[in-house]
């Protein structure tokens, strides 16, 4: 079993920036996929970046492209989502999720594991 662990998150003004962290633990050896989604107030949760154990990385949806950032490291089993130029349509709730890269982020088909979110607020 994993426990996934995120930290980070807060309120921030438009322009902003925010390093999310996820810790995970337990039975990292067999960790694929560590990605993160979010999902705003009355919003579906939608993806947002995961990162396989290589290294791989998915094409971040336009909106986010060129702000948000994925770095692992293997040895801490942690994963940061580095979010920049932060915009109020940023606000949501980040959850961080385990599973396989491929099929469980990039093909949508359900992540394995999950924290219990972390709160991001971006307002003036």
């Known amino acids: 079993q994993l426990q996934l662990l995120e930290s980070g998150g807060g309120f921030v003004q438009p322009g902003g920036s925010l390093t999310l962290s996820c810790t995970v633990s337990?039975?990292?050896?067999?960790?694929?996929?560590i990605g993160w989604f979010r999902q705003a107030p009355g919003k579906d949760r939608e993806k947002v970046l995961c990162i396989d154990k290589y290294g791989t990385r998915n094409v971040l949806e336009a909106s986010m492209r060129g702000r948000f950032t994925i770095t692992r490291e293997n040895g801490k089993n942690t994963v940061y989502l580095e979010m920049q130029h932060l915009r109020t349509e940023d606000t949501g709730t980040y959850f961080c999720?385990?599973?396989?890269?491929?099929?469980?982020?990039?093909?949508?088909?359900?992540?394995?594991?999950w924290g219990k979110g972390i709160r991001v607020t971006v307002s003036v």
């Open positions: 337990g039975s990292t050896d067999v960790v694929d996929g």
């Open positions: 999720a385990t599973g396989n890269y491929f099929q469980g982020f990039v093909l949508g088909n359900g992540m394995d594991h």
